[in-house]
């Protein structure tokens, strides 16, 4: 089963049988948890105060070696391959993206539950009308 856990504390744990990859994204996701939502943020700067939705998605592609640089909403149309991954699927419409890890929501937006916004685990399903889906090559 490719499930993710989502702990207490709000950080999310792959399991052990995930691929390399899936547990450094899932680490890097984990590691932005406390920042604020930012216009433009997480692409001038790779370590930003702050991160929007393609920002975020960027750094943790990145951080898990499967990105090089960072893309804007609209650039992830093109990234990957087509369709629902098996690890890894990237949700794009224009001017959003966010990702599914092993089953867990990584968004900057939509229903969270605890009114944050910036880049969270998010367990609540997002409505994806409207949007590509895309995946890292073999995840």
Not at 51 to 68: H, K
Not at 91 to 117: C, K, P, Q, W
Request: aromatic residues 8%; positive net charge.
């Amino acid at each position: 089963m490719r499930s993710v856990n989502l702990k207490k504390n709000g950080e999310a744990r792959a399991p052990l049988i995930a691929p390399k990859e899936v547990k450094l994204a899932v680490a890097a996701a984990n590691r932005l948890l406390d920042k604020p939502y930012k216009y433009g943020g997480g692409h001038a700067v790779l370590n930003d105060s702050g991160y929007d939705c393609s920002g975020a998605t960027s750094y943790v592609l990145r951080e898990a070696g499967l990105l090089q640089g960072q893309l804007t909403s609209n650039g992830f149309f093109n990234y990957g391959k087509k369709g629902k991954g098996k690890w890894i699927t990237i949700y794009v419409r224009n001017g959003h993206a966010f990702m599914v890890i092993g089953g867990l929501r990584f968004d900057t937006g939509g229903s969270g539950g605890n009114g944050e916004s910036g880049p969270r685990w998010k367990p609540q399903p997002r409505r994806v009308d409207g949007h590509a889906m895309r995946h890292p090559r073999g995840l």
